[in-house]
């Protein structure tokens, strides 16, 4: 990348129109000046002239569409333009998109750069922005956070001295918190989250949001203790993020009362879930109250609570001897798991088995029963359980699996020769059959098997040279977009692995159309070499729609009805923001690709996923979507679609169950939930979208 100064210079010898100035491309109207801009984000091509223009233009909507492209575009040469709009442009939505740009692009500069860049902005930039684009300061205050070095968060903290406004309050503490994310902490900045903290138990939940993302640093340990009160904080976002604060700071003493009381007495589950995961981190085990705790929980009323507290006993140290309240935990164990009765939902008998065979190895097995399900997901984690169960008589029951040729009980065998040979590291024997299973697995055609069975060969207890071959070769026989998952994993195992041997086809994948594969292979060349080895500068879509007729005809507010097995979910999209990809959904729903797919993932308090036509989690649309970042965040009932990596992104769609900042400017936002949260916050593994109504 070029340096920073070197931009600059670039930029002032180029020269800039002023804004409102007319350009060659004012001859067209808005839309077709909108069009022109998607086409130039969708086709990633950077130093775009007429991009750069149209950031002069005179319609304030096609400067705004402008800025906001370089967020997905991520090129550093726009940088000294995109600082111009932030502080020189007359519209704030503008100077607002400016700033999103900038905190996406940033990180891709040289680290003197980014400090140069940061330092600007703090010392000079943010001043100048004007009075009533108040809305732009506080983005870029938080856009910081997202590329800064700690020499960056310094300036922020001497920015910010004498503590921040009310205004510049929740984007300092978000800023704070995206410095963390990326490991950048300061002493200061920890200290004034602790002042802001314990003066008001009405702090806002970002203040915890940023502690718990810091974490067991030292300042928040020694002041912890002043922090209890939070636990009577009247927004359920501030007591969740407290909870996950407490595990993660790591003083079980302190944590003790706190946690025991947000996991059983909060009338919010999401606060039931952090607590009952930060219990897990600081291991209460022993402890009697604890274990209470956790017995009732595994019967609470709602069932996302019940998984977690079912997952997080399989990590505890518990033991069935340990005394009668553990004695009753494992028997409530040994009853979900076993659900003779049917009563319980299968869901939860998939956590309880796993845990159970964690806890208890070999005694498990009596209460986990593979054969006679007529469920596949469950089927495939009970497999699971039998190879946390670590018995290796159970390994021709497992090969059977492996070899049975189904996506989801094969990748669920491979998973369990893993764990099994994990716990039998001395049995040479094991070892060599199943890791003739995963080079066997190797030749399917199906992606889900092929990438866990590199997975497999990527652990260190099975990296050899002789898996080379057969790794070469189904990287030769794979093709994309749909493989591009098994691509990813093919190249990180060949780079674990080491051998020469692999360089010839590892760098024709530096010049692969999809980048993530790029820069796969890149790693794995610098792993093997030593090298850095650059890539292409341009991707070639493999897929585009350039249906502009269609979207034209879309109105400012799209809504669609997701129906589901247990009620309605009615979505509001934002054609404006992500087009291509919400123009794909609606197609794909109009022509009932979604009609009985089913939710394949489910993670309490983060996200429910559907729109996979397998109903694995690996599957699409047979096509592939360039990212369309944009500047809206992850809040509640955002609606997200999911990738394996930039430019990746297909049919797969996800809705956040709480915020979730640390997935900004990462997925594309296409929407967010008007109605039905509470059926959003019912859904579990399994459960069916009987179709997807577009409302026109």
Request: hydrophobic fraction near 40%; proline fraction near 4%.
């Amino acid at each position: 990348m070029k340096p920073f100064l070197t931009i600059v210079f670039l930029f002032l010898s180029l020269g800039c129109p002023a804004f409102g100035q007319t350009q060659i491309s004012e001859k067209n109207g808005r839309s077709e000046k909108i069009n022109t801009i998607l086409k130039i984000v969708d086709q990633r091509i950077n130093n775009d002239q007429t991009l750069r223009l149209m950031l002069s233009d005179s319609d304030a909507v096609v400067r705004e569409r402008a800025a906001s492209a370089y967020g997905s575009l991520q090129d550093t040469t726009a940088l000294p333009l995109l600082l111009k709009c932030l502080t020189m442009d007359p519209d704030s939505g503008v100077s607002v998109a400016a700033a999103f740009a900038i905190g996406e692009t940033g990180g891709f500069l040289c680290d003197s750069s980014k400090d140069k860049l940061t330092h600007e902005i703090l010392s000079v930039r943010i001043d100048a922005i004007k009075d009533s684009h108040a809305s732009a300061r506080r983005r870029i205050i938080e856009e910081i956070g997202k590329f800064g070095s700690a020499n960056a968060l310094k300036d922020l903290m001497m920015k910010f001295s004498n503590g921040p406004t009310s205004e510049d309050l929740r984007p300092f503490l978000m800023s704070i918190a995206r410095f963390a994310i990326r490991g950048v902490f300061k002493d200061d900045a920890d200290m004034q989250l602790v002042t802001i903290v314990s003066r008001a138990e009405t702090a806002p939940w970002q203040a915890f949001y940023a502690m718990q993302r810091i974490g067991k640093q030292p300042i928040l340990q020694k002041e912890a203790k002043s922090l209890v009160s939070a636990v009577r904080n009247p927004d359920p976002l501030a007591r969740m993020n407290f909870a996950t604060f407490l595990g993660k700071n790591g003083d079980r003493t302190l944590a003790e009362q706190p946690l025991e009381h947000l996991a059983s007495s909060d009338p919010d589950w999401r606060v039931r879930v952090n607590a009952l995961k930060a219990m897990g981190v600081l291991d209460y085990g022993t402890d009697s109250s604890a274990i209470r705790v956790f017995i009732d929980a595994t019967d609470d009323s709602n069932a996302y609570v019940a998984i977690t507290a079912l997952s997080t006993i399989g990590t505890m140290s518990v033991h069935p001897d340990g005394g009668r309240l553990q004695t009753l935990l494992f028997h409530r164990l040994q009853t979900v798991s076993s659900n003779a009765d049917r009563r319980k939902p299968w869901q939860l008998q998939a956590e309880a088995a796993n845990s159970l065979a964690k806890l208890t190895g070999k005694e498990a097995l009596a209460f986990v029963d593979s054969g006679s399900i007529d469920n596949k997901l469950l089927e495939g984690r009970l497999i699971e359980a039998l190879g946390y169960a670590g018995d290796p008589a159970k390994l021709q029951t497992i090969l059977k699996y492996v070899s049975i040729g189904d996506p989801i009980l094969t990748s669920a065998g491979l998973n369990a020769l893993l764990e099994l040979n994990k716990r039998n590291r001395a049995d040479s024997e094991l070892r060599d059959k199943s890791y003739q299973a995963a080079i066997d697995a190797m030749k399917s055609s199906d992606m889900a098997i092929a990438t866990t069975a590199a997975s497999v060969l990527g652990d260190s207890l099975f990296l050899r040279t002789e898996s080379v071959d057969p790794l070469l070769a189904s990287l030769r026989s794979r093709k994309l977009p749909d493989d591009v998952e098994a691509i990813q994993e093919i190249i990180a195992t060949l780079g674990k692995i080491g051998s020469k041997d692999a360089i010839p086809d590892l760098k024709k994948e530096l010049s692969a159309t999809d980048r993530s594969i790029a820069l796969a292979a890149q790693a794995s060349l610098k792993r093997i070499t030593g090298e850095v080895f650059p890539i292409a500068s341009k991707f070639t879509p493999q897929y585009s729609d350039y249906d502009l007729a269609y979207l034209s005809s879309l109105p400012s507010t799209v809504r669609v009805t997701v129906k589901t097995s247990k009620g309605d979910i009615h979505i509001e999209l934002f054609p404006d923001q992500a087009p291509f990809t919400v123009m794909s959904c609606l197609k794909l729903a109009d022509r009932g690709f979604y009609r009985g797919t089913i939710f394949h993932r489910v993670v309490p308090n983060f996200v429910i996923q559907g729109g996979d036509p397998r109903g694995d989690g690996w599957g699409g649309p047979g096509y592939a979507l360039r990212s369309e970042f944009s500047s809206l965040t992850y809040d509640e009932g955002v609606v997200g679609i999911a990738s394996a990596g930039k430019d990746t992104e297909g049919s797969q769609f996800f809705i956040t169950q709480s915020p979730q900042p640390h997935l900004d400017g990462r997925y594309t936002i296409i929407g967010r939930v008007v109605s039905g949260m509470e059926v959003s916050d019912k859904i579990l593994v399994g459960d069916r979208i009987i179709d997807v109504v577009v409302n026109h």
